[in-house]
């Protein structure tokens, strides 16, 4: 199983918290405010490095320490990995794997792949194009290696163009070599996304019309410009337009997964209700397609089960992620809600979790 192993000190009103969690379902619960997601909090920390609930350390620490530690263990393909952060206020910033720093965020994440369901997923229907785009990445980092390497090639070359258009005069010398790098990295970046994009694309076909029984539901990859031409062409058709807005408009940064419903847009023809629906079919989607690839399970962080889900479709949602063998974390204020939506579905065992007050008392059944 991924996580078998978390210590938490002083995040948020968590003062020292130690969990053995179960290899498939582990249950939340609590009254709001308990500290419940602060628990998916600390396990999406160790698995990314960051906090989703806030960009800034201060809200994160408890405000009786001036840093927080987390400690986990986890197992991938047979391989054990002993993982450490440590974050304070005076620029502490440690991480750790099997006792040997870590110089990049990318090294972690590559560890446990984890998606959240939270209220912050509407954006992926709401938002802008990067948190789409951002979607996609997360797959096609986890299972195309050369991915990252080539994203970081094409967001120099993109600096450095940038840069050069923000210029009195461009000197062509200069500026030729950085847009064969932009062009020679996008395409490759196309290349693999597309790869991903189509084999998600499968999956969310089969699993989308279980979630949400619409017709005219479609999901598109747009790369970033024009399909028909090569972004070389289009680069020079548009060089006075960025040399005026002193940014590249068009590239391999502005792809997306597009969303519409008998050709409207997904935000436009749902309603909130229904968008819940189609970001769990395509949360459930792409860590099928993760597993499918990889043959390696997905670690879900599901915050608020209840919220926006009728009984039928939470039903519906645990059902999927039992059936992709996913080791799932996942909160409600009520105990019952929890079990009523597992009930009947396979399992291996159940640990739960009572949080109150910061104090988190484990039970297993």
């Known amino acids: 199983m991924p996580l078998y192993r978390l210590k938490v000190s002083n995040l948020r009103n968590l003062g020292s918290v130690q969990l053995?969690?179960?290899?498939?379902?582990?249950?939340?619960?609590?009254?709001?405010?308990?500290?419940?997601?602060?628990?998916?909090?600390?396990?999406?920390?160790?698995a990314t490095g960051r906090s989703f609930r806030?960009?800034?350390?201060?809200?994160?620490?408890?405000?009786?320490?001036?840093?927080?530690?987390?400690?986990?263990?986890?197992?991938?393909?047979?391989?054990?990995?002993?993982?450490g952060l440590e974050r304070g206020e005076k620029g502490v910033s440690t991480t750790r794997v099997n006792g040997r720093n870590l110089t990049s965020a990318a090294q972690l994440a590559s560890l446990l792949p984890?998606?959240?369901?939270?209220?912050?997923?509407?954006?992926?229907?709401?938002?802008?194009?990067?948190?789409?785009?951002?979607?996609?990445?997360?797959?096609?980092?986890?299972?195309?290696?050369?991915?990252?390497?080539?994203?970081?090639?094409?967001?120099?070359?993109?600096?450095?163009?940038?840069?050069l258009l923000r210029r009195d005069r461009i000197d062509p010398f200069e500026l030729d070599p950085w847009e064969l790098e932009l062009c020679n990295s996008a395409a490759a970046i196309d290349s693999l996304r597309a790869d991903c994009f189509g084999k998600l694309k499968l999956i969310f076909n089969d699993?989308?019309?279980?979630?949400?029984?619409?017709e005219g539901i479609e999901i598109t990859y747009y790369r970033g410009w024009e399909p028909k031409s090569s972004l070389k062409t289009v680069l020079n058709a548009g060089k006075d337009r960025d040399q005026k807005l002193g940014y590249t408009w068009y590239g391999a940064h502005k792809a997306e997964i597009k969303i519409k419903i008998n050709g409207l847009a997904a935000d436009q023809a749902l309603s909130r209700g229904q968008q819940k629906l189609l970001i769990c079919a395509l949360k459930i989607s792409i860590g099928r397609a993760f597993t499918e690839?990889?043959?390696?399970?997905?670690?879900?962080l599901v915050?608020?089960?209840?919220?926006?889900?009728?009984?039928?479709?939470?039903?519906?949602?645990?059902?999927?992620?039992?059936d992709i063998n996913?080791?799932?974390?996942v909160t409600a204020v009520e105990?019952?809600?929890?079990?009523?939506?597992?009930?009947?579905?396979?399992?291996?065992?159940?640990?739960?979790?009572?949080?109150?007050?910061?104090?988190?008392?484990?039970?297993?059944?």
């Open 207 to 214: 699993v989308i019309h279980d979630f949400l029984p619409l």
């Open 54 to 83: 806030s960009s800034k350390l201060k809200p994160v620490v408890s405000f009786q320490s001036s840093s927080f530690v987390i400690y986990s263990e986890v197992s991938i393909n047979d391989s054990d990995f002993k993982i």
């Open 114 to 163: 984890v998606q959240l369901l939270d209220a912050h997923s509407f954006d992926l229907i709401e938002g802008p194009p990067k948190s789409r785009r951002g979607f996609l990445d997360w797959l096609v980092f986890h299972v195309k290696p050369t991915f990252l390497p080539l994203w970081k090639a094409y967001r120099t070359a993109l600096k450095q163009r940038n840069s």
């Open 303 to 322: 915050d608020d089960l209840p919220a926006e889900l009728d009984k039928s479709n939470q039903k519906r949602l645990a059902k999927w992620l039992m």
């Open 20 to 46: 053995n969690p179960a290899p498939s379902l582990n249950f939340i619960y609590g009254a709001n405010g308990s500290g419940k997601t602060s628990l998916l909090e600390a396990i999406y920390l160790s």
């Open 293 to 300: 690839l990889m043959g390696q399970q997905c670690l879900y």
């Open 335 to 365: 105990q019952e809600s929890l079990l009523a939506a597992w009930a009947g579905t396979e399992n291996t065992g159940i640990s739960m979790f009572h949080v109150e007050h910061g104090v988190v008392k484990q039970s297993f059944e």
């Open 326 to 329: 996913a080791q799932v974390f």
